[in-house]
């Protein structure tokens, strides 16, 4: 049998699941040019309004100046710049690690971290929620894999009973569709008493949650706390760069630099971009002003949605979902908000449990007040031009 892709495309495009990509046309921003439109956008993860900062544009010029583009070859090979090395000295000094190490992208360091600690014999957990990256990593390890209920550390604990080998507890710190934290108060000590060692893949609370934007384990004032082993942060969301890191213990560093294959066979990022970072690291943890401002436009955003009745989840943070329930309805709704210059994404199945398609509404610290009033005065005209939910 040849290959027939076409019955695959239009089993997607009759599920209301297509996908398509959007151009944009502008830096990232609040107001940008997608497909020759101006629009307002509410779907980046630029939290902090970094990516397109003065001072990270120039200190990735200044990258170039010094070190051109290509970083040449793996960082085991001659590809591991000085400007790389002191951005990994920073990391750890920001996460309070004795070491970090910087990766290309977050879905690569997931990869990385989960197949080299684990393998057949040994036991990974998974909240059920996770980022698609952690649990690709899992399955790839060849450990045991088991996915216990979202946020539940009573059925993290049961699944504990049956453990063997190594084992691996990982968490979202934020979850990325959903906004919530994972609930470590109450996960570390489950992990502690079964000698697991706990990963925490903070992609959306670095730079975001903690006064200085040490992420949820400042959030929990757990930063002195020995139970988080493996901690992960991405540099392409509130960092508005791009790249990951993961931080920890000076053998676990060594560990996977010997080891871990998505480390070692891959390409260094450009060292631009590790000049860029420092800097954006920098303002991340000087400029506390626009982790208040965030947190101002996402109760004002709360506040509204509220009184119009949507059905907002527990998120404390600039992921703000409003569920819709079906993939047609996301679809239309967006679309609909679309038509007034509105740009929102519809998160769909696989990426969301089925029956559970919502419009991802981000915020970041560079969105008005009156940005976020015509959000909230265009969700109230839509939301009624929607066809009624069938279980409403
Ligand atoms: C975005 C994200 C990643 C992937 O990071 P990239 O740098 O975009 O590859 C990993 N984990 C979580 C939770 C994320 O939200």
């Known amino acids: 049998m040849p290959f027939d892709l076409s019955q695959g495309l239009a089993e997607r495009r009759a599920e209301h699941l297509y996908r398509i990509r ?13 497909d020759g439109r101006t629009m307002l956008a509410f779907c980046s993860n630029d939290y902090l309004g970094l990516a397109n900062h003065p001072d990270v544009r120039r200190a990735f010029q200044q990258g170039v100046e010094q070190w051109g583009v290509g970083s040449g070859a793996s960082h085991l090979v001659i590809g591991h710049t000085r400007a790389h090395h002191q951005l990994e000295e920073a990391l750890a000094a920001f996460t309070g690690r004795p070491r970090a190490l910087l990766f290309s992208t977050g879905y690569m360091a997931n990869l990385a971290a989960v197949t080299a600690l684990l393998g057949q014999g040994d036991t990974v957990l998974e909240d059920r929620l996770n980022h698609a990256s952690l649990l690709d990593a899992g399955l790839l390890s060849g450990a045991r894999f088991s996915r216990y209920l979202h946020n539940d550390p009573s059925s993290l604990a049961s ?59 400042e959030h929990f004032d757990l930063e ?27 053998e676990l560093i060594e560990t ?33 002003w626009r982790r208040e401002q965030l ?23 600039p992921i703000q979902p409003v569920l819709v329930g079906s993939n047609a309805r996301a679809l239309m709704l967006s679309a609909l908000l679309k038509a007034k210059g509105i740009m929102v994404g519809a998160i769909r199945p696989p990426t969301v449990p089925a029956g559970t398609a919502r419009l991802r509404i981000t915020f970041s610290a ?6 976020v009033d015509r959000l909230l005065d265009a969700l109230a005209e839509c939301w009624h031009k929607l066809e009624p939910h069938p279980y409403e």
């Open 159 to 217: 699944r504990l009973e049956k453990n063997s080998g190594n084992t691996l507890i990982v968490t979202d710190g934020v979850f990325s569709m959903d906004g919530d934290l994972a609930d470590l108060p109450a996960l570390c000590p489950v992990a502690r008493r079964a000698q697991a060692w706990l990963m925490v893949d903070d992609a959306h609370g670095f730079g975001v949650l903690g006064q200085r934007g040490g992420g949820i384990l």
């Open 22 to 34: 959007p151009i944009l046309e502008s830096p990232q921003g609040t107001e940008v040019r997608v």
């Open 366 to 371: 560079a969105h008005t007040e009156a940005q």
């Open 256 to 288: 996977l630099i010997q080891f871990a294959r998505p480390y070692i066979y891959t390409t260094g990022q450009p060292p631009a971009l590790a000049c860029a970072t420092l800097k954006s690291l920098e303002l991340v943890q000087q400029e506390t």
């Open 224 to 250: 002195a706390d020995d139970s988080v082993q493996v901690l992960v942060g991405t540099l392409g969301k509130a960092f508005g760069t791009s790249g990951a890191f993961v931080a920890g213990s000076e």
């Open 295 to 317: 947190q101002h436009l996402i109760n004002r955003f709360r506040q509204g949605a509220s009184e119009l009745g949507l059905t907002l989840l527990d998120s404390p943070t």
